[in-house]
């Protein structure tokens, strides 16, 4: 079964530039899967996130949708919008969310994360964003590649509400210091950290894929957490 091309230009990233695989292996059962939910839970890229009165949290990258999955079952009271450029990990989210009976109160998106930020998310309406294990693009000449840069930061924090969190995870100290330089300078940004920026991880969190994948290599994730604190 392939995906038609009226479809594929409303839900597909295929034409915005984003660096990193954005497509792989979908299986029959996971496009006729994307075929059946995206149109209920997608968000066009002609369309904008209604957040109304409803606490609406963002993960940005969610991978294979670990966290996505976590966060819906752990707070029914939150409705979620995850974006992820890598189709197969689409696939494999749009099912869990869908076994675990939490798809309707989420919203999936292939386009890049600036994109939705910029033009579908309104100023001050999301209660958080979460960021677990960006990729962490290790050489310098690649660094300009990286998620977190400044004129992003400020995009993140534009679209907090006030006392809106933003979390964070990485398994490269670099990576994650660069992150907490960054957004310790993004005004409307407060860290919550210790005397060194980062949090103790929560008890309660899932072990993402990339978090497992660092221990495997005897890495320990670090976590940052901020709050919109004021006007941006
Ligand atoms: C290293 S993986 C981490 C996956 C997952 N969060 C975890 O902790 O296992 C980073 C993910 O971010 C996605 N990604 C990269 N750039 C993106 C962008 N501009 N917008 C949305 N997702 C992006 C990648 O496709 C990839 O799945």
Redesign the pocket.
């Known amino acids: 079964m392939r995906l038609q091309r009226d479809f594929r230009d409303a839900h597909i990233q295929h034409e915005l530039r984003?660096?990193?695989?954005?497509n792989g292996f979908v299986t029959k059962g996971q496009q006729a899967r994307l075929a059946h939910w995206l149109p209920k839970i997608g968000l066009p890229k002609a369309s904008c996130l209604e957040t109304a009165d409803e606490p609406w949290v963002l993960?940005?990258?969610?991978?294979?949708g670990?966290?996505l999955v976590h966060m819906a079952c752990s707070h029914p009271d939150w409705h979620l919008l995850g974006?992820?450029?890598?189709l197969p990990?689409v696939a494999k989210a749009v099912s869990r969310l869908e076994e675990a009976e939490v798809i309707n109160r989420c919203r999936i998106s292939q386009?890049?994360?600036?994109f939705?930020l910029e033009h579908q998310i309104a100023a001050n309406t999301l209660a958080g964003i979460v960021?677990?294990?960006?990729?962490?693009w290790p050489k310098s000449r690649h660094h300009k590649r990286r998620?977190i840069q400044p004129d992003f930061a400020r995009l993140l924090a534009s679209r907090l509400a006030i006392g809106g969190f933003l979390h964070l995870?990485s398994d490269k100290p670099d990576l994650a210091e660069w992150m907490r330089d960054i957004l310790d300078q993004t005004e409307g940004l407060t860290n919550e950290g210790d005397a060194d920026g980062f949090v103790a991880r929560c008890d309660d969190r899932p072990l993402?894929?990339?978090?497992?994948?660092g221990h495997r290599e005897g890495r320990k994730s670090q976590f940052l957490h901020y709050r919109r604190s004021a006007d941006t």
Do not use: M, S, W
């Not at 984003?18 to 954005?22: D, I, V």
């Not at 993960?59 to 294979?64: A, K, L, P, R």
């Not at 974006?83 to 890598?86: G, L, S």
């Open positions: 984003t660096h990193g695989r954005k993960e940005i990258g969610f991978g294979n670990d966290f974006v992820e450029i890598y990990g386009l890049p994360a600036q939705v960021i677990n294990h960006p990729d962490p998620l995870a993402t894929k990339f978090e497992q994948r």
